[in-house]
Nanobody, 114 residues
């Protein structure tokens, strides 16, 4: 089982990034997919969640209207489009799969700074 995140990096405030999480080793289409983040000294928090069929999404209040989660079950990939980024979005972002089991990726760093 693998969840491999990519797309993180350094971006200026107001900029955009798109994170990807490529899954393998399990039946991706049967799993709820989530993005979490953890900033230094803070607890890990749920950013966004999308159901297995992709029709229902949930967002943390802090990212509503700026972030969009989506998935492509044919490609076994979940995405997080992040727009209007703020310094407080700086964190390690983790992909998470929840179904019969729970799987975590290794994380990708997002830094928002001028």
């Amino acid at each position: 089982v693998q969840l491999v995140e990519s797309g993180g990096g350094l971006v200026q405030p107001g900029g955009s990034l798109r994170l990807s999480c490529a899954a393998s080793g399990f039946t991706f289409s049967r799993y709820v997919m989530k993005w979490y983040r953890q900033a230094p000294g803070k607890e890990r928090e749920l950013v966004a969640s999308i159901l297995s069929a992709g029709g229902f999404t949930i967002y943390a209040d802090s990212v509503k209207g700026r972030f969009t989660i989506s998935r492509d079950n044919a490609k076994n990939t979940v995405y997080l489009q992040m727009n209007s980024l703020k310094p407080e979005d700086t964190a390690m972002y983790y992909c998470n799969a929840q179904g019969e089991y729970i799987h975590w990726g290794q994380g990708t760093q997002v830094t928002v700074s001028s």
